[in-house]
T-cell receptor, first 115, second 114 residues
C-alpha cells in the first residue's frame, strides 16, 4: 500500500482562486517533505523543501508567495497554489524520506487543472 | 549546477531482449544515484539505489552500474517484458548526506513490443 498519500488526486479550479494539496506520510514521520511539479512529457522539477516547524526552502525560480507550503505536523505538508492561472495546470507530486535506509516514497500525485 | 542527462528520450525494443538506459551527470559525483519507474499519471516508484563506492547493484531482472570516472550510470532490464514499458528516471541526491533531496533526469520512455 501507499506510504505517502496525496489529496486530492484531481482538482479543477477557476482562474484566480486558490487550491490546497495535501501530502501525508502514513505509518512514519517525515520532518522533511519535497514538492515537485511535472508538466506533460517532462521530468519532475523540484519546487521546494517542506520543513516541519519552519519555513519551506524554495528552489530558484519558484515563487514562494504563489506556492505556499505549510508543514504543521510530522505527517502532513500542504501546498497551496494561490491565485491560480491556467499555466499552473500541472501534476504535483510530493515525496518523503522513509523511516529506514535511503528510500524515498512518492505520493500518487495530484492533477491540477486551472480553467 | 548539477545536471543530469538521460540520452534517449524513447527506447523501443523487442520482448526478451535486454534494455539498457543511460544516465550521465556533470559536476560532482553524488553519494547516491537512484533509478525510478514512472507510469503515466502516477508518481515515481523507487527501484534501485547505488552508492558511489559500489560498481554494480542487482535486483531480480534489474542491474545498475555506477562509474564515477565516466560520471555515468547504466540501467539494464534483462529478459524484458511488455509490462516493463514505462518511463525510467535517473535521480541524484543533492543533499550530500542523505538520499532525500533529489533531482531527476528527463527520463527515458521504454516500450517493449511483444
Amino acid at each position: 500500500g501507499a506510504v505517502v498519500s496525496q489529496h486530492p488526486s484531481r482538482v479543477i479550479c477557476k482562474s484566480g482562486t486558490s487550491v490546497k494539496i495535501e501530502c501525508r506520510s502514513l505509518d512514519f514521520q517525515a520532518t522533511t517533505m519535497f514538492w515537485y511539479r511535472q508538466f506533460p512529457k517532462q521530468s519532475l522539477m523540484l519546487m521546494a523543501t517542506s520543513n516541519e516547524g519552519s519555513k519551506a526552502t524554495y528552489e530558484q525560480g519558484v515563487e514562494k508567495d504563489k506556492f505556499l507550503i505549510n508543514h504543521a505536523s510530522l505527517t502532513l505538508s500542504t501546498l497551496t497554489v494561490t491565485s491560480a492561472h491556467p499555466e499552473d495546470s500541472s501534476f504535483y507530486i510530493c515525496s518523503a524520506p522513509g523511516g529506514t535506509g535511503n528510500t524515498i516514497y512518492f505520493g500518487e500525485g495530484s492533477w491540477l487543472t486551472v480553467v | 549546477s548539477q545536471k543530469i542527462e538521460q540520452n534517449s528520450e524513447a527506447l523501443n525494443i523487442q520482448e526478451g531482449k535486454t534494455a539498457t538506459l543511460t544516465c550521465n551527470y556533470t559536476n560532482y559525483s553524488p553519494a547516491y544515484l537512484q533509478w525510478y519507474r514512472q507510469d503515466p499519471g502516477r508518481g515515481p516508484v523507487f527501484l534501485l539505489l547505488i552508492r558511489e563506492n559500489e560498481k554494480e547493484k542487482r535486483k531480480e531482472r534489474l542491474k545498475v552500474t555506477f562509474d564515477t570516472t565516466l560520471k555515468q550510470s547504466l540501467f539494464h532490464i534483462t529478459a524484458s517484458q511488455p509490462a516493463d514499458s514505462a518511463t525510467y528516471l535517473c535521480a541524484l541526491d543533492m543533499s550530500g548526506s542523505s538520499a532525500s533531496k533529489i533531482i531527476f533526469g528527463s527520463g527515458t520512455r521504454l516500450s517493449i513490443r511483444p
